[in-house]
T-cell receptor, first 112, second 113 residues
Framework: DAKTTQPTSMDCAEGRAANLPCNHSTISGNEYVYWYRQIHSQGPQYIIHGLKNNETNEMASLIITEDRKSSTLILPHATLRDTAVYYCIVRAIIQGAQKLVFGQGTRLTINP | NAGVTQTPKFRILKIGQSMTLQCTQDMNHNYMYWYRQDPGMGLKLIYYSVGAGITDKGEVPNGYNVSRSTTEDFPLRLELAAPSQTSVYFC????????????FGEGSWLTVV
């Protein structure tokens, strides 16, 4: 089954780029990688998703390796409000149904 | 669109009581999910539904029941509340198609004492 592995925690200085890695070595060809974040215990907030090409939106960039076994979420200019738990999720087909496979997430702390 | 709406936001239950967590979405999504999140942990799938009348178990279904009589609603029922069910519960919805965004509700905090 699809599985994601992320570092437990990371720190980043305010104003710098935060680069959050994710390993998804068992991902299948038609499975998307999604990134969400969770601030305190609020509902997960969508950030970005991609299949094989790099993606960019107003919040972040997503870099997916050519073999699709890993990806990196980039927050280009981190602010204190970006402190949160970031989840890398594979949207997988399991037993014929679409399921979201959550890892443990990375607790990102932005320091002033 | 209101998105995914969960009620109640907070609830305290006594051991053995029953209750229903409500989830409704107004985006005509066919997929709906219920997750629970214990302190400091990731989200675990309880039940999911691929459309009205169709539900299936996730990783941690014991102690819960669901129904999906309409596209919009996906209630989660706890029949005999136990302290192990103290958690934050999240409902989510999306459309078929791997590239469609998944929307989450704001969560329901449940404490069983």
């Amino acid at each position: 089954d699809a599985k994601t592995t992320q570092p437990t925690s990371m720190d980043c200085a305010e104003g710098r780029a935060a680069n959050l890695p994710c390993n998804h070595s068992t991902i299948s060809g038609n499975e998307y990688v999604y990134w969400y974040r969770q601030i305190h215990s609020q509902g997960p907030q969508y950030i970005i998703h991609g299949l094989k090409n790099n993606e960019t939106n107003e919040m972040a960039s997503l870099i997916i390796t050519e073999d699709r076994k890993s990806s990196t979420l980039i927050l280009p200019h981190a602010t204190l409000r970006d402190t949160a738990v970031y989840y890398c999720i594979v949207r997988a087909i399991i037993q014929g149904a679409q399921k979201l496979v959550f890892g443990q997430g990375t607790r990102l702390t932005i320091n002033p | 669109n209101a998105g995914v709406t969960q009620t109640p936001k907070f609830r305290i239950l006594k051991i053995g009581q029953s209750m229903t967590l409500q989830c409704t979405q107004d985006m005509n999504h066919n997929y709906m999910y219920w997750y629970r999140q214990d302190p400091g942990m990731g989200l675990k799938l309880i039940y999911y539904s691929v459309g009205a009348g169709i539900t299936d178990k996730g990783e941690v279904p014991n102690g819960y029941n669901v129904s999906r009589s309409t596209t919009e609603d996906f209630p989660l029922r706890l029949e005999l509340a136990a302290p192990s069910q103290t958690s934050v519960y999240f409902c989510a919805s999306t459309l078929t198609g791997a590239g469609n965004t998944i929307y989450f509700g704001e969560g329901s905090w449940l404490t069983v004492v």
